[in-house]
């Protein structure tokens, strides 16, 4: 483990934070187009459907394949990045942050803070509540476990940050929009029975599992504590750009007001600070980044 005492000044946090910042300015129009998109196309799919003008299994790969695309603008307003400290864009991190999870079936507020608490306490047993999804045996039981719900475990973490003001209002803000996602499909399964399993209760498990997968499980795969050493980096054998890039996710964890977008080149400048920090993994990363010496064959 690199000592962060031995750590040459040519490396320090210092410099590492000033060049990070220089990506961390641009306007995140293409998370905006995709989050406010993918649930654009979502909706249209319902009257498309119902009235014949499109087949139902095939607004199914449309609608499963927008809830894959649904959790990362959320995931970018969840951290402001949208509006960058601006108080009078702060609106829009809460529009795309809500829009783009109606596809997923999940509220805005609780999603949020869950995973500020996952970047406080990243790897903590206790206080992560990415722990379990990051920390299972298999990527199968990752699977299972997010299509029978044993990762939701919102009422341990009440517990766990009962005297975190800030968290438990979060959290009962999010009560009356968690309890229509879980009623609307309820209601409209009486009516719809097969348009709403297909075009929203199944697509949402797969979109679910596809972003517990990419975004908790492999990016924290065989990682410890500590700032340099919760998040690693990876290859895998799917074009990047398939699996939101989250093989350059540690990045993220290091400056989360980088741009999504912007992380490739920001670890192509940062390559020399992360390998002297020693993040997991970061002796394999490019030069530059681009799909092929992500793919892992």
Not at 255 to 274: M, T, V
Request: aromatic share 14%; net charge positive.
């Amino acid at each position: 483990m690199t000592n962060i005492s031995e750590i040459s000044s040519e490396f320090s946090f210092e410099k590492e934070k000033a060049i990070a910042r220089t990506f961390s300015k641009r306007f995140q129009w293409e998370m905006i187009l995709m989050g406010l998109g993918q649930a654009t196309i979502w909706l249209s799919l319902w009257p498309l459907v119902l009235n014949g003008f499109l087949n139902l299994w095939v607004g199914f790969l449309i609608a499963s394949l927008c809830a894959c695309f649904a959790y990362l603008p959320s995931h970018e307003a969840q951290h402001g990045n949208y509006s960058r400290g601006n108080s009078k864009l702060r609106w829009l991190d809460g529009l795309v942050g809500h829009i783009t999870l109606i596809t997923l079936k999940f509220p805005y507020h609780m999603l949020r803070i869950t995973h500020m608490k996952h970047h406080a306490y990243t790897n903590n047993p206790e206080k992560d509540p990415d722990y379990l999804n990051a920390h299972t045996n298999s990527l199968l039981g990752v699977i299972k476990n997010v299509l029978d719900g044993t990762t939701l475990q919102f009422e341990k973490y009440l517990d766990v940050f009962k005297d975190d003001k800030a968290f438990i209002n979060s959290f009962h803000r999010a009560i009356p929009l968690a309890l229509f996602y879980k009623l609307a499909p309820l209601v409209l399964v009486v009516i719809f029975p097969l348009e709403t399993l297909l075009l929203w209760w199944l697509p949402a498990k797969l979109g679910s599992v596809y972003t517990t997968v990419f975004f908790s499980y492999y990016p924290h795969l065989g990682t410890s504590t500590g700032r340099y050493k919760d998040t690693r980096f990876w290859s895998h054998w799917m074009p990047r750009y398939l699996n939101h890039s989250m093989q350059l996710h540690f990045i993220h964890h290091l400056h989360p007001s980088i741009g999504h977008y912007d992380e490739p080149r920001a670890i192509e400048a940062l390559k020399p600070f992360l390998q002297a920090r020693g993040v997991p993994g970061a002796d394999e990363i490019p030069d530059r980044v681009s799909y092929n010496p992500l793919i892992k064959i």
